[in-house]
């Protein structure tokens, strides 16, 4: 992951990156939990990446996604992690952790899912240090604000 251009120091980016982890640690723990046989935590945490991806997906697409691909040099960029968002969160919906190709396709999903995030990390969230005005950053960030309620306005940890 990208630790240079400073992108991490943002609030907004900031919180994309903590949901990030959260998710890849929800991933890893059902992998782990599916090793050990426990198909009842395992599922628990798919549920939770299910649900921490929407709203995370929300505030990116709605948001930071929406404002650089207005920009054509992003857009195709960006109109391929939506379709990824697409793909994993259909899996998701019917995901069957009894079904040993499901178990299977969870593990590809979850490789796949490392690297969309270092697609954003490593090259949409560097490129938006630039790429943004303040307006469109205000954009992007209230496009967040609406889809983590829960959080009361506020960007940061």
């Given at each position: ?9 943002i ?13 890849t640690?929800?991933?890893g ?5 599916l ?7 395992a599922a ?36 391929a ?9 259909a ?25 969309h995030i ?19 950053w ?13 959080a ?6």
């Amino acid at each position: 992951m990208c630790h240079y251009c400073g992108c991490r120091d943002i609030p907004l980016i900031k919180e994309f990156i903590a949901e990030h982890e959260s998710v890849t640690d929800a991933a890893g723990g059902a992998l782990r939990a599916l090793d050990s046989g426990d198909r009842a935590l395992a599922a628990e945490l798919v549920a939770r990446m299910g649900r921490e991806l929407r709203a995370h997906w929300q505030g990116e697409e709605l948001g930071l996604f929406a404002v650089m691909s207005a920009d054509s040099e992003y857009a195709g960029y960006i109109d391929a992690l939506v379709r990824e968002h697409r793909e994993l969160a259909a899996f998701l919906g019917e995901v069957d952790l009894n079904r040993a190709e499901d178990v299977v396709r969870l593990r590809e999903a979850v490789d796949e899912l490392y690297h969309h995030i270092a697609k954003e990390e490593d090259g949409l969230f560097p490129a938006s240090i630039t790429a943004l005005s303040g307006d469109e950053w205000d954009r992007s960030m209230t496009a967040w604000r609406t889809a983590h309620p829960e959080a009361g306005g506020g960007l940061g940890r």
